[in-house]
């Protein structure tokens, strides 16, 4: 994990909200599990993407490769999905079935070209690097080792 306050990658930014919207926030955040700094992030993209008109992947910042890189990148967005292996995914501990794939790339409208680099990326990885312990469900049925199912 990221040290972020010595990253260089990363810089301190911050202001003032009602106390109301402050207390709220914090809450939302302890009840999800994900970091408040992790939730300015995700709320600084998607503001500057509005701003902007461009997707979060377009960024100035190196687009997300994996899909562990676009879930801890969308955790709060991503709660609401329904989806049952989210820290798992976010940690890269488990890669994600195609509808999994669908459901987290429409909830955050990846265009169909970033999805297929998005999907390429995560599973050249799991094949070709030495990822001991990563598991890969097939066929939204069960998990199984070293499995992967190409499309």
């Avoid at 997300?64 to 940690?91: F, S």
Wanted: hydrophobic share 35%; with cysteine.
């Amino acid at each position: 994990m990221t040290d972020k306050r010595r990253s260089d990658d990363y810089k301190q930014i911050s202001g003032y909200i009602p106390l109301d919207l402050a207390l709220e926030f914090k809450s939302i955040c302890a009840r999800l599990g994900i970091s408040q700094s992790d939730a300015m992030e995700e709320m600084a993209q998607e503001w500057v993407a509005k701003k902007t008109g461009s997707h979060f992947l377009k960024s100035g910042k190196a687009a997300p490769l994996t899909i562990a890189d676009v879930v801890r990148a969308n955790m709060a967005k991503l709660k609401c999905c329904g989806l049952k292996n989210l820290p798992a995914l976010a940690k890269g501990e488990v890669l994600p079935t195609p509808g999994d794939f669908a459901i987290i790339t429409s909830a955050l409208d990846i265009s169909e070209e970033d999805r297929q680099k998005i999907w390429q990326e995560t599973f050249k990885i799991s094949v070709y690097q030495d990822y001991p312990g990563v598991k890969v469900y097939r066929n939204s049925g069960g998990v199984k080792e070293d499995e992967c199912e190409y499309s």
